[in-house]
């Protein structure tokens, strides 16, 4: 008998930053399993793509074009949302930045908060509205943050990032502890190299390509398919007792 767990039918699972990179194959697997998707992009033609690419696994999708650093367009596209789809049961927090890379001490403030209103304080807004719905909803879910190892490791000239991840980390564990007894579970996916739009810059590098690869124990960059098994089983019944985990997908690199 097939283990049925798995199985996301009725289910609908919001995904900020869904229609590219890793969030796109998050959202993908879940529909492949049944959920539909809700995906949030500020670039209306990558959502309409990555809408038609969802569609073909036969689950309703809806778009909205939202910057979740913007208090009130989270809220207006987390409304729109529910009305469209009828209700939210996993929140992926996804969408994010990169920074400027550079010396700590010429860090400017503008560059500093212009990472924390997408990384962080995004994902505050889209988390924030997840919950009032799952409390309102009363009958649980999930809120997943993407993190990354940078908030793990020393990311030298990247502390803005890191700092980022890191805090959205704490903020997942805090969320797992308040929330366990109304059955709302929350974990951090932290990503490690991944070829993304993201990292275009450094794919494009042969001798960075290269220095990544020999650090990462499975020699190779990760694809945003890989992120899709732990996007269903965190959506999934598979998982209703775990919670507040710090799970790293990143191919072996923290570990060596």
């Not at 959502?47 to 910057?67: E, M, Q």
């Not at 890379?101 to 990472?115: A, Q």
């Not at 190892?149 to 308040?178: F, P």
Request: hydrophobic share 45%.
């Amino acid at each position: 008998m097939t283990y049925t767990a798995f199985d996301l039918t009725g289910k609908v699972a919001l995904v900020t930053g869904g229609n590219s990179g890793i969030g796109l194959g998050m959202a993908e697997a879940m529909a492949a399993s049944g959920a539909d998707i809700s995906i949030w992009g500020t670039n209306a033609r990558k959502n309409a793509d990555a809408a038609a690419r969802l569609a073909a696994h036969g689950r309703r999708v809806h778009t909205a074009v939202c910057d979740v650093g913007d208090e009130a367009a989270v809220q207006a596209a987390f409304a729109e949302t529910v009305a469209t789809l009828g209700r939210v049961d996993g929140c992926f927090a996804n969408a994010g930045i990169g920074a400027r890379g550079g010396r700590f001490e010429t860090l400017g403030t503008e560059d500093w908060h212009r990472v924390l209103r997408v990384n962080l304080d995004g994902a505050f807004f889209t988390l924030r509205a997840a919950a009032r719905h799952m409390l309102e909803q009363g009958d649980g879910g999930v809120l997943v943050g993407t993190a990354s190892v940078a908030a793990i490791e020393g990311a030298a000239r990247n502390q803005h990032y890191a700092a980022t991840k890191g805090g959205l980390i704490s903020m997942m564990r805090a969320l797992a502890v308040e929330y366990a007894r109304h059955g709302i579970r929350a974990h951090s996916i932290l990503p490690g190299w991944i070829a993304t739009d993201m990292t275009a810059r450094g794919q494009a590098d042969p001798a960075f390509q290269e220095m990544v690869s020999k650090r990462v124990p499975m020699r190779r960059w990760g694809e945003p398919a890989d992120f899709g098994g732990i996007a269903i089983y965190l959506m999934s019944a598979a998982s209703r007792y775990h919670t507040g985990d710090t799970l790293v997908i990143d191919g072996g690199y923290t570990l060596f």
